[in-house]
């Protein structure tokens, strides 16, 4: 029933921007993370950020911080990554996903398995 679904990946040159979104659909946000992750070639998945639905508050991972920031359009149940600064080593799938089970608890989930809900993923091609 809950479904999400990213878009805004392309191919951009290094130093350049791209802004991801990922439309929520099925479910209210009120108490979830939303998350964005990257899974590059031959990589593990790897946590990028995430952000409290309700109250805004966001975290990142040192390799995104001050590069990248999220944010939410509660109007339009859609998260965003917008990406500045864009280096190839950034070249990966991103994912959005959303996790239920932290509401109220002062936690940021940063884990795959911390999740409950993801998108299928959209390519993002950095060249040099």
């Known amino acids: 029933q809950v479904q999400l679904v990213e878009s805004g990946g392309g191919l951009v040159q290094a130093e350049g921007s791209l802004r991801l979104s990922c439309v929520v659909s099925?479910?209210?946000?009120?108490?979830?993370?939303m998350g964005w992750f990257r899974q590059a070639p031959g990589k593990e998945r790897e946590f990028a950020t995430t952000i409290r639905w309700s109250g805004g508050s966001t975290y990142y991972a040192d390799s995104v911080k001050d590069r990248f920031t999220i944010s939410r359009d509660i109007a339009k149940n859609t998260v965003y990554l917008q990406m500045n600064s864009l280096k190839p080593e950034d070249t990966a799938v991103y994912y959005c996903?959303?996790?239920?089970?932290?509401?109220?608890?002062?936690?940021?989930?940063?884990?795959?398995?911390?999740?409950?809900?993801w998108g299928q993923g959209t390519q993002v091609t950095v060249s040099s």
């Open positions: 099925g479910r209210t946000l009120i108490g979830y993370h």
């Open positions: 996903a959303a996790s239920a089970r932290y509401s109220g608890s002062g936690y940021y989930p940063s884990y795959e398995y911390e999740y409950d809900y």
